[in-house]
């Protein structure tokens, strides 16, 4: 059994700052990339960050120079430092791992639950 557990969002004003953060646990082997996800209301799940377990970093276009995407691999966590944030930002974020469970060879995606985040004008 695998578990992705977010926290962190919230409602902020234009111009604010939220941190997400997402802990992975459970049966893991190892954990290839990590990311986060956004659904607005009537839009498709979007990437918003991910990162390897290299580090190796990817932004959306609309969030590069405001949000940073981290990860602290001994604990299976993955951080996102949302700053200047404006209502185009509203949105559920989900967090989403890249792993291997124990015993499986193959990877496999996994979710977590969402976390809303809305962001006043």
């Known amino acids: 059994q695998v578990q992705l557990v977010e926290s962190g969002g919230g409602l902020v004003q234009t111009g604010g700052s939220l941190r997400l953060s997402c802990a992975a646990s459970?049966?893991?082997?190892?954990?290839?990339?990590m990311g986060w996800y956004r659904q607005a209301p009537g839009k498709q799940r979007e990437l918003v960050a991910s990162?390897?377990?290299?580090?190796?970093?990817n932004y959306a276009d609309s969030v590069k120079g405001r949000f940073t995407i981290s990860r602290v691999n001994g604990k299976k966590t993955v951080y996102l430092q949302m700053n200047s944030l404006n209502p185009g930002d509203t949105a559920v974020y989900y967090c989403?791992?890249?792993?291997?469970?124990?015993?499986?060879?193959?990877?496999?995606?996994?979710w977590g639950q969402g976390t809303q985040v809305t962001v006043s004008s």
């Open positions: 989403n791992a890249d792993l291997k469970r124990i015993g499986v060879w193959v990877p496999e995606d996994y």
């Open positions: 459970g049966n893991i082997f190892s954990i290839n990339a």
């Open positions: 990162i390897t377990s290299g580090g190796s970093t």
